[in-house]
Nanobody
């Protein structure tokens, strides 16, 4: 059973930055596609960014050029660097690990962008 624990959320003003972390209970990055999703109040959960085992990345159009996903294999951690945050980035952010036969989610971390 893989466990994912997110951290790094908080309250920031528009234009500021945050870095989210997702610590995995074991090194899974060679076997899973790692993703960050978010869910705003009243909206469906949406994909923000993914990173594959070969380091390939993909981003939602709304965050391209502002967010960066990366992996630190030594720390079993996936990061989401978020810059130039906007009000509409406010959401609960979830870490996701997708294997061939199973998917795991973290508990989520709240990001609030407010002036």
């Amino acid at each position: 059973q893989v466990q994912l624990v997110e951290s790094g959320g908080g309250l920031v003003q528009p234009g500021e930055s945050l870095r989210l972390s997702c610590a995995a209970s074991e090194n899974i990055f060679s076997r899973a596609i790692m993703g960050w999703y978010r869910q705003a109040p009243g909206k469906e959960r949406e994909l923000v960014a993914v990173i594959s085992s070969d380091g390939g990345t993909n981003y939602a159009n709304s965050v391209k050029g502002r967010f960066t996903v990366s992996i630190d294999n030594d720390k079993n951690t996936v990061y989401l660097e978020m810059n130039s945050l906007k009000l509409e980035d406010t959401a609960v952010y979830y870490c996701n690990a997708r294997f061939y036969y199973s998917t795991y989610w973290g508990q989520g971390t709240q990001v609030t962008v407010s002036s």
